[in-house]
């Protein structure tokens, strides 16, 4: 099957070292192992670091995998987790669903893996399953087929688009841009996610509330007077 799927995306020896990023221990943290490869991938292609494999995975199991009391990772739960991990990072994780939509399009657009889930309902022999999938390719029937590494010691396996879900990915934060440097003491600093609203606007938003009020009231009246008037001339 594999031979009759054209493959995009990118290069599968990218991940070869990835095939010994195997789970012996506890089941049900796939989650973990594909965020500490998604990570360990980035941040390898960004600066040529290689960060300490044993150290990853338990920082990203701890924040994915422990502080949750369901049962099984959800999609909510990577997306959490590797947030936190993150969080000094210029990175930010988003997720989706619908893969057959959205995996070819942030491979080609990012460059880089995303991570995929599998359900047992959809038919994956893998079960309830997260994989890291970088490349897509389409069979003579046109279904579309993922590559990903699996944490069982595959970095090759081939899993069908219609047995996955969801995706979880990474991008980079958007910078926050000040409106204006605060020039002498004691005028407020700009907080990162804090909303600034400069004079002008707020004299904006004042008028436009004020206007929307008069509007409310005079449709309150009967030929420019309201009630306690109209009561006050009759009574």
């Known amino acids: 099957?594999?031979?009759?799927?054209?493959?995009?995306?990118?290069?599968?020896?990218?991940?070869?070292?990835?095939?010994?990023?195997?789970?012996?221990?506890?089941?049900?943290?796939?989650?973990?192992?594909?965020?500490?490869?998604?990570?360990?991938?980035?941040?390898?292609?960004?600066?040529?670091?290689?960060l300490n494999r044993k150290r990853l995975i338990a920082s990203l199991t701890t924040l994915i995998d422990r502080f949750h009391p369901h049962r099984g990772t959800f999609i909510w739960n990577l997306a959490v987790g590797l947030n936190q991990f993150l969080i000094e990072a210029p990175l930010t994780v988003k997720a989706a669903l619908i893969t057959e939509c959205n995996v070819p399009q942030l491979i080609d657009n990012y460059q880089q893996p995303v991570i995929i889930s599998t359900l047992a309902g959809l038919g994956s022999p893998y079960g309830n399953h997260w994989l890291l999938a970088y490349q897509y390719g389409y069979d003579g029937a046109g279904n579309l087929y993922f590559k990903c590494y699996d944490n069982h010691g595959r970095y090759q396996a081939v899993v069908p688009a219609r047995h996955t879900i969801s995706v979880v990915y990474l991008v980079a934060k958007e910078p926050v841009v000040p409106v204006s440097k605060p020039a002498q003491l004691g005028k407020p600093e700009i907080s990162p996610g804090v909303k600034f609203i400069s004079n002008r606007e707020y004299d904006i938003q004042q008028a436009n509330q004020a206007a929307k009020t008069a509007y409310e009231n005079n449709k309150k009246k009967f030929l420019g007077k309201d009630f306690n008037e109209w009561k006050d001339m009759i009574i």
Not at 14 to 34: D, L, M
Request: contains cysteine; aromatic residues 12%.
């Open 1 to 50: 099957m594999d031979a009759s799927i054209a493959w995009m995306g990118l290069d599968a020896d990218r991940f070869k070292k990835y095939r010994t990023w195997i789970n012996r221990g506890s089941q049900g943290i796939c989650g973990s192992y594909c965020s500490a490869v998604l990570i360990h991938d980035r941040v390898y292609q960004d600066t040529g670091h290689q």
